[in-house]
């Protein structure tokens, strides 16, 4: 499985609280700071269609899903998954 989280990494609430629980789950992700990764802002804005962070993508057996902002239950699932 594979995860990452774009994030805003000044002022960003939902950006911290979805890494949190992402760590304190120990599930390892990347996290890109969409504020000074031109490309990366503009993946999730113009391919994903998102306007807000974090966004997170995650893949699983040939399998994606992406959401945006913070989301705990989409997290549990992506935690639920990772221990199967």
């Given at each position: 499985?594979?995860?990452?989280?774009?994030?805003?990494?000044?002022?960003?609430?939902g950006?911290t609280?979805?890494?949190?629980?992402?760590?304190?789950?120990?599930?390892?992700?990347?996290?890109?700071?969409?504020?000074?990764?031109?490309?990366?802002l503009?993946?999730?804005?113009?391919?994903?269609?998102?306007?807000?962070?974090?966004?997170?993508?995650?893949?699983?057996?040939?399998?994606?899903?992406?959401?945006?902002?913070?989301?705990?239950?989409?997290?549990?699932?992506?935690?639920e998954?990772h221990?199967?």
């Amino acid at each position: 499985m594979t995860l990452t989280i774009y994030t805003k990494p000044q002022g960003c609430f939902g950006c911290t609280k979805t890494k949190e629980l992402f760590a304190k789950a120990g599930i390892a992700f990347t996290e890109v700071d969409i504020t000074t990764n031109d490309q990366a802002l503009e993946y999730i804005s113009e391919e994903l269609g998102y306007s807000q962070a974090p966004v997170v993508v995650y893949e699983k057996d040939g399998s994606e899903d992406h959401w945006s902002g913070l989301n705990p239950s989409k997290v549990q699932h992506v935690i639920e998954l990772h221990n199967t």
